[in-house]
């Protein structure tokens, strides 16, 4: 029987379509690597999404600020009128990223983080929420109802404020001094000290992974061809990586101790962290906020 | 009566055969300046974490004899106890950032917040010992940002600051370049002048001719050799069993079998070295 020629060869296919696909990879890759190098380097000074200024925010209470935080977050979560987190995030969360003078970089990441991660959820909650209703229009088998649209708007708007609140709250907040000041509140030093290392020591390793890759490379190892090759090649790249890190554990470990880290003596702290009667009074309200909302929602539902 | 005292230490690491240290005897006064040399195994970073309590409170295994300083023997206090009196400071400088801190400055207050110093004294105790090792200029930078030699001297100096009376320090200046180690050299032998006692490991045996009052040689664990710098660093024992020796003693050695070197004793450092030689061809028309 003679062979049917076709028109479509799937073997081609998959060869066009994975070519295609390893390109487009490798280019975000590439961009996402180098967007990523120019963010270790610049926190690799900084180490913080901290900026140093003046304001009438940056001086209030770290506590007094992720009360805000939070209060912001669950006020949007809880309240059962259908635009308080877009309210929250125009009338609160902007004018205090002024306040704060942080306004242009709030928007620089408002704009590259915030915005894409909220039209993500957008669109799928739009498309997949399985809302019934009024439908506005077709796309395939997918309806677009005005329901549907309604709810991933807000459920988008909650997480905008959420992320953004938060944003806002590490770029107004030293770690060390939220943590020496919650420390002070009675946090145990030793989980202040897990938070603040575990963010300073991730740029260290991301860097310590880059050296082990290129001194394997020099060896010869292949990096750069097939899936298959390339994970093969995770083995030499992860071991040097997790084996090191567990003798710098020990050897970290020796140098706090030898610094009195377990000391049983009160903990002093270099920075001293104003608590004023404003902050008091303002996490005070945040509270009762939180509470009003919460006996409404139950009420009104 | 000694400030440090050990005798008849035997320690073995856990599930290992041998011990990495064997009937030591050590009494060191206060305010010496003691070096150790040995080579690589011979047990001089064990003898380090002895000498600072991770001997027994952090590496278990087992320790037999008295390791006792100021009159405190060491099993019987704890660990954060024992380092209010002995600092210790040693070879990776990396690994001895705490990483808890945002600057140099933090990073020196570190120790001192830790203990429960009150606010003005750890500003002027970290401004002084910031001073003394000279990284002043380092203050608001960022521990990770800084060369190798940069973070030895403020691992040096965050234990300084914490004002020990015992100072124990494994090879504190590897990373460092020849000034760097001159002056880390020279603040060591001025807080010996000023009261602390000093135990050093160190492979650069000029420097420890010329700031060390004693030179311990340590040699599979044990004491091998034990006295001044030159009766130490010179003797032909170090050679012949695999230590580091200086470069101007084993030249003056092999000057001195073809009788080129007239003097009885070998020198350490350059300046012996040259003053040696120059009288050696003293009588000769240059």
Redesign the interface.
Known sequence: MEKETRLFEPGLFYVQAATLFRRIASLIHTAAARRASLIIHAM?????FHIKRNSALHRLNPLTKLTLVLGLVLISFLSPWYWTPHALLLIVIIPLSFVGKVNREFFRAFLRLILPAASFLFFMQAFFQPVGGTVIFKIWFLDITKESLLFAFRNAMRIAVMVSSFTLFLLTT???EL?SDLTRRGLP?QF??VI??TL??L??MQAKAQTIIAAQRSRGLDTQSSFLRRMGSLGPLVGPLVFGSLV?VE????????????????????Y?ISDTSLDRTIRWILILLVIITLLLKLWLS | MAIVNLQDVTYKYPLTDSPALQNINLQVQEGEFVAVVGPNGAGKSTLCYTLAGFVPHFFKGELTGIVEILGKESHNSTLSEWVLNVGLAFQNPFNQISGAKYTVFEELAFGLENIGIPRDEMKTRVLDAMKLTGISDLAERSPYSLSGGQQQRVALTSILVMQPKVLVLDEPTSQMDPIGTREVFGVVRRMAERGMTVILVEHKVEWIAQFADRVIALKDGQIFLDGTPAEVLTSPLLQENGFGVSRYTSAARKAKAIGLWKKEELPVTLEEAVEGFSRANAGRVV
């Open positions: 690799h000074e900084r180490l913080s030293h770690p060390s943590m030093g202040a000290y603040i290392s300073q020591i740029p260290q710098e050897e970290r470990a020796i140098a706090i101790e030898a610094r009195g880290f377990t000391s049983t003596q009160i903990k002093t702290s270099l001293e």
